[in-house]
C-alpha cells in the first residue's frame, strides 16, 4: 500500500465549478500535508499546507484534513482553465526530517 | 538567492558516464531535499539533508548515487556509471527547517537527465 494514495484522474470539471481533489494517507505519524500544483514540464509549485484538523481556506483555495478518516482534500472554487495542471497531495513526519512523501497526482483539466 | 537554483536544467549524457547535478538552495534554508521524477510519474524521495548532515539515504536507488552537501549550501547529487533507467528529472527542495509542521519546502526547476 502506498503511503500517500491520489486518484490520477483525469478529473474534468467545467469552468466555474468547484473541483475537489482527495488525498488518502497510511502514516498516522504524518503531521503536515502539503498540496502542489505542478504544470507539464515544471517543477511544482506550492499551493498551501495544512496541518490541523477542519478547513484552511486561501482564495479560491479550501484544504481539508481530517486525522480521524486519514483524508486530505483540496476544493478549488470558481476553477478557470488556468488551474489545469496536476496536483499532487504530500504528508510529512517530523521526526523522519520532515520529508514529503508524494502521491501520484490527480490530473485536472478545467474546460471553458 | 530568490529560489532554488538548479543546474544544469538539461543533461544528456551516454550510458556508463558518471553525471553531477547542483542544487542551490535558498538563502538560509538549512534542509535540503533531492526527488526524482521519472515521466508521468510522482515524485520519489531520494536523500534529505539538515546542514551537511544527510540524516536519511533511505532513497537512494544504488550505490551509484550519492549526494554531497558544503557549507551548509550548495548540494551535489552524483550519478555512477548511469543506466538508462536513471533518465527522470532530479528536483531539489529546500526548507527554512526541519521539524516544524509549519515549514514549507520549495522547488527548484529541476534538471531532465537523459541517458542515451
Known amino acids: 500500500q502506498k503511503e500517500v494514495e491520489q486518484n490520477s484522474g483525469p478529473l474534468s470539471v467545467p469552468e466555474g465549478a468547484i473541483a475537489s481533489l482527495n488525498c488518502t494517507y497510511s502514516d498516522r505519524g504524518s503531521q503536515s500535508f502539503f498540496w502542489y500544483r505542478q504544470y507539464s514540464g515544471k517543477s511544482p509549485e506550492l499551493i498551501m499546507f495544512i496541518y490541523s484538523n477542519g478547513d484552511k481556506e486561501d482564495g479560491r483555495f479550501t484544504a481539508q484534513l481530517n486525522k480521524a478518516s486519514q483524508y486530505v482534500s483540496l476544493l478549488i472554487r470558481d476553477s478557470q482553465p488556468s488551474d489545469s495542471a496536476t496536483y499532487l497531495c504530500a504528508g510529512a513526519v517530523y521526526n523522519q526530517g520532515g520529508k514529503l512523501i508524494f502521491g501520484q497526482g490527480t490530473e485536472l483539466s478545467v474546460k471553458p | 538567492g530568490a529560489g532554488v537554483s538548479q543546474s544544469p536544467s538539461n543533461k544528456v549524457t551516454e550510458k556508463g558516464k558518471d553525471v553531477e547535478l547542483r542544487c542551490d538552495p535558498i538563502?538560509?534554508?538549512?534542509?535540503l531535499y533531492w526527488y526524482r521524477q521519472s515521466l508521468g510519474q510522482g515524485l520519489e524521495f531520494l536523500i534529505y539533508f539538515q546542514g551537511n548532515s544527510a540524516p536519511d539515504k533511505s532513497g537512494l536507488p544504488s550505490d551509484r548515487f550519492s549526494a554531497e552537501r558544503t557549507g551548509g549550501s550548495v548540494s551535489t547529487l552524483t550519478i555512477q556509471r548511469t543506466q538508462q533507467e536513471d533518465s527522470a528529472v532530479y528536483l531539489c527542495a529546500s526548507s527554512l527547517k526541519t521539524g516544524a509542521v509549519n515549514t514549507e519546502a520549495f522547488f527548484g526547476q529541476g534538471t531532465r537527465l537523459t541517458v542515451v
Open positions: 538563502s538560509g534554508h538549512t534542509a
